[in-house]
């Protein structure tokens, strides 16, 4: 007689989801803004971009807002920063009224506002 074996086996279900674990695919910044963008221009259905990309319609739509939020965090610094520089470039003489800007007062705020980063230089490239 066959004697049956100790271990016990695991439950097919409990692999499966293990090997997805192990290859689940890592997409990239790029890959993502490429899958947001189609999806933003409405050729196809959400559901039809999803199912030929092979991901849940959930996570397109995280991507989603993730992208939309990070592009208005972008937005609203690049028009903080630009409207804080024209405030100080107009608000500067009335503070001093008497006084003239030396050179290098001016060579200073050139050299600042050229060196500054760019907002959108951060961002990553689209396509």
């Not at 192990?22 to 990239?28: F, G, L, V």
């Not at 397109?60 to 609203?76: D, P, V």
């Amino acid at each position: 007689m066959r004697q049956k074996s100790t271990r016990t086996k695991e439950p097919a279900e409990k692999t499966v989801r293990d090997i997805r674990r192990r290859t689940r695919k890592q997409y990239s910044a790029e890959e993502k803004i490429r899958i947001v963008l189609e999806g933003l221009r409405g050729e196809d259905s959400i559901a039809a971009l999803c199912r030929r990309e092979g991901i849940a319609e959930s996570l397109y739509y995280s991507w989603s807002k993730e992208f939309l939020e990070a592009g208005k965090k972008r937005l609203a610094g690049a028009s903080a920063l630009r409207g804080h520089a024209r405030r100080g470039a107009r608000c500067t003489p009335h503070s001093r009224p008497n006084a003239n800007p030396s050179k290098t007062d001016l060579l200073q705020k050139r050299v600042s506002r050229r060196h500054r980063p760019s907002v959108m230089a951060r961002l990553p490239p689209l396509i």
